[in-house]
């Protein structure tokens, strides 16, 4: 049985137990389980499960990083008196090849103050990438592939 299958399962039977099936009941029946299923790890092969969801968390607590910095980016550029903006459109090469994984990362890119994913390239191996200011592309493309291309990379293969 997939375990995070069963950690919900497990969240749900909290809830029919103690006969409240409040969010917040569910989320604890859900850190329950997943504390269930951590003492059993080795008996039920689940160290996989604990790996990814601390990678997937990394990938969270990042994009909430970079979401709070390129705001701060943004309004310091829209709030100087002369902006010397240079925006532009520039083309990102992907590592990721998947179409959730290039999905998620045009979705983290265009959440992101100041830039937005535009277009996929036929052959899927560019990402096109509208920048607020672009004085620095081949920075912005290192800024992608160090943070949240590499994160996804590894939270999904």
């Not at 375990?3 to 103690?18: C, D, E, P, S």
């Not at 997937?56 to 980016?73: D, K």
């Not at 983290?108 to 200011?133: K, Q």
Request: aromatic residues 10%; charged residues 20%.
């Amino acid at each position: 049985m997939n375990l995070y299958l069963a950690n919900i399962l497990m969240a749900f039977v909290w809830a029919a137990v103690t006969g409240s099936f409040s969010v917040i009941n569910l989320i604890f029946g859900f850190a329950l389980g997943a504390l269930a299923l951590s003492l059993i790890r080795e008996q039920v092969g689940s160290m996989g499960y604990f790996s990814r969801a601390r990678r997937v968390l990394s990938l969270i607590l990042l994009f909430i990083y970079e979401l709070v910095l390129s705001s701060v980016r943004v309004a310091k550029l829209v709030l100087t008196p002369n902006m010397n903006l240079k925006p532009g459109i520039f083309a990102y090469p992907l590592k990721v090849d998947r179409d959730f994984e290039i999905t998620l990362l045009a979705n983290l890119i265009t959440l992101t103050p100041g830039t937005l994913s535009v277009d996929v390239s036929d052959d899927r191996r560019f990402l096109f990438v509208h920048a607020l200011d672009c004085s620095d592309p081949e920075q912005v493309r290192e800024d992608i592939a160090d943070g949240f291309e590499r994160k996804i990379l590894e939270a999904f293969r």
